[in-house]
């Protein structure tokens, strides 16, 4: 087994002198002699990783405020560098490495014991999947990207990201803004400049995209690139499958003056009609593809509500009351909502455990965990649906059969976080932070992709 120590280890000296009394100093009173407790050093703190890395690519182990003082096991191909392991694999194997890490800053002080179990393998994205956040030199974006929004013919994504090689002249680090990829070219394109702008829909065919900016709601047309208001606020808001008409709340609570309003807005007349004079303590969330039901999320409880005949269905909870809602849909038949948000938030800043799932109306229950889940979608028809979870691989599912594929060949070294859906299901896109999906996509850095399914 190979040792190998990063920087100057430190001397530990223990002087015993045997044989030998003390001698009391001048006018000392004897005493009789303490019993002196042993020094003990406590045991580090246990820790294990297990990780993979793709074959003929670089590799970096550190974890955030820890340090490697000494590692036990190296394979040849790795070494240990200023705290912190690199190389490169050159095959397929296992390999098990035990580290001493000392930690830093807020760890300052403390010592670990650490397993890592690495594995070289193949990469893991299934064949047909496309890395949509790839940058104008050829190499994945160089920051986050993700809330990957895919048109219902699967010919246009629309997301965020704050990578800065994505189009030229991007400078500004840090603050995201919209870009859009079109499969016909495989190109990125941004779409909005504001940063930190929100997608609220895209239309089927990918020609419309509804925007909330600071100025308000919008509706851009991607053909002449018009871009219209909609209305000068919006709580919750939504846009047809058509691209033609949008739903939106135009105010927060009850206690604004007037009632805040749930309304539809129609392109072709400019026109906007009023479809709950007062929506009262409840905020609208998602509304189906055809425009007809609409989710609206309550302080406990949640309902689906006929935008034609008026009338409401007790939803029950879908874990996001209280919370925040990132997105919500609806099939055109009412049966099946996807929830993608966050729980009750508790106290000490903490914002609420994420929460998406698929919610099936005509039983009345869940499809699946929803608690920790990072996405969910479904296709405007219900027959499939697909939940990005923390315990399992991002999986399609068929409604009626319960026949799953999966746009992954094994499981990744990371998180899944937005999922969204063509209507026929042939195309998944998500966002992952995973390492080894495609060659050179880089840890704990979430990229956005999508996964053709073989026909």
Avoid: C
Avoid at 369 to 395: C, E, K, Q
Avoid at 427 to 452: C, E, K, Q
């Amino acid at each position: 087994m190979t040792t190998v120590r990063g920087g100057v280890a430190a001397l530990a000296a223990a002087a015993v002198v045997g044989g030998l009394a003390a001698v009391p100093a001048v006018g000392a009173v004897d005493a009789a002699p303490a019993t002196r407790p042993a020094h003990t050093v406590a045991a580090p703190d246990a820790n294990r990783v297990v990780d993979t890395v793709l074959r003929s690519e670089r590799y970096d182990y550190q974890r955030q405020n820890w340090r490697i003082r000494e590692a036990n096991g190296l394979p040849r191909w790795l070494r240990l560098r200023d705290g912190r392991l690199t190389g490169t694999a050159p095959r397929l194997g296992s390999w098990r490495v035990s580290l001493e890490e000392r930690g830093v800053r807020k760890q300052r002080g403390k010592v670990r014991r650490t397993t890592l179990v690495l594995r070289a393998v193949t990469q893991r994205a299934a064949p047909g999947t496309v890395l949509v956040t790839r940058g104008i030199d050829g190499r994945p974006a160089n920051g986050w990207s993700g809330n990957v929004t895919l048109s219902g013919d699967g010919g246009t994504a629309v997301f965020s990201s704050a990578a800065t090689n994505l189009v030229p002249g991007s400078r500004q680090p840090d603050a995201a803004r919209l870009y859009v990829w079109e499969a016909a070219t495989g190109r990125v394109t941004l779409l909005h400049p504001e940063a930190w702008a929100q997608v609220e829909g895209i239309s089927g065919d990918g020609r419309r995209v509804l925007l909330d900016l600071t100025a308000g709601l919008f509706l851009l047309d991607r053909a002449d690139l018009s871009l219209t208001q909609v209305a000068p606020r919006a709580v919750g808001a939504a846009l047809t499958e058509d691209g033609l008409r949008v739903v939106y709340q135009d105010r927060g609570n009850e206690l604004d003056s007037p009632a805040p309003r749930l309304l539809e807005w129609t392109a072709a007349t400019g026109a906007t009609r009023t479809l709950v004079a007062d929506v009262g303590t409840q905020t609208f969330a998602g509304v189906s593809g055809d425009g007809r039901h609409a989710v609206m999320v309550g302080s406990d409880r949640s309902t689906l509500l006929d935008t034609t005949t008026g009338s409401v269905r007790d939803l029950g909870r879908l874990g996001v009351e209280l919370g925040g809602i990132v997105r919500v849909e609806v099939s055109d038949d009412g049966r099946l909502v996807s929830v993608l948000g966050s729980g009750v938030a508790a106290g000490s800043g903490h914002g609420g455990d994420p929460v998406g799932g698929v919610h099936d109306t005509g039983f009345g229950m869940s499809r699946g965990p929803s608690r920790g889940n990072l996405g969910a979608a479904i296709t405007p028809d219900g027959g499939h649906y697909a939940v990005a979870t923390s315990r399992r691989p991002l999986r399609v599912v068929d409604t009626l059969t319960g026949a799953r594929t999966s746009p992954f060949t094994a499981r990744p070294g990371g998180e899944q976080g937005s999922v969204s859906l063509s209507d026929d299901a042939t195309r998944v896109a998500y966002s992952s932070d995973a390492h080894d999906l495609l060659r050179g996509t880089r840890r704990g850095l979430a990229n956005v992709f999508i996964w053709v399914r073989p026909r």
